[in-house]
């Protein structure tokens, strides 16, 4: 995807700050880190969200879930983490290219959801 900014950041022509990389997902830190550690996580091929996956993306969602624990720990969470996918309108996502936010560090991030009245 031409105009997508998390495809420009995989093909180096956005700047970005990389933890990790291989053959299926890249990792770089959030430019507006909500805790000590925030990672985005995404696939290296555009995917628009977990709304638009099917089985043949199955190799790519399983390194995203195998490798995250790692680059948490290797990026100051190391007892622990979370990780979270916002997807379309209701999930709130604001970047139209899937990816794992990985948080944490060395306090708990805290309560999962705030209860809508
Ligand atoms: P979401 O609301 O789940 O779509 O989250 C998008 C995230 O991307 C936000 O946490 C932004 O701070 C982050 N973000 C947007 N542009 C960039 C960028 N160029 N480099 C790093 N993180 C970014
Ligand atoms: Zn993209």
New binding site residues.
């Given amino acids: 995807m031409s105009d997508c900014?998390f495809c420009k950041?995989v093909a180096g022509e956005?700047p970005?700050k990389k933890v990790f990389e291989d053959d299926l997902v890249y990792a770089?830190?959030?430019?507006?880190p909500?805790r000590p550690t925030?990672i985005?996580l995404i696939p290296k091929r555009h995917i628009t969200s977990l709304a638009h996956v099917g089985v043949e993306d199955e190799p790519v969602l399983g390194r995203m879930l195998a490798v995250a624990h790692e680059i948490a720990a290797k990026n100051g969470s190391v007892d622990g983490f979370r990780a979270?996918i916002?997807t379309g309108r209701i999930g709130?996502?604001?970047?139209p290219h899937l990816?794992l936010?990985i948080v944490g560090g060395g306090q708990p991030v805290g309560p999962m959801l705030t209860k809508v009245q």
Avoid at 28 to 32: E, N
Avoid at 92 to 95: A, D, I, Y
Wanted: net charge negative; aromatic share 4%; glycine share 4%.
């Fill in positions: 900014i950041i956005i970005s770089f830190h959030d430019i507006h909500l925030h985005l979270i916002n709130g996502q604001e970047v990816h936010h």
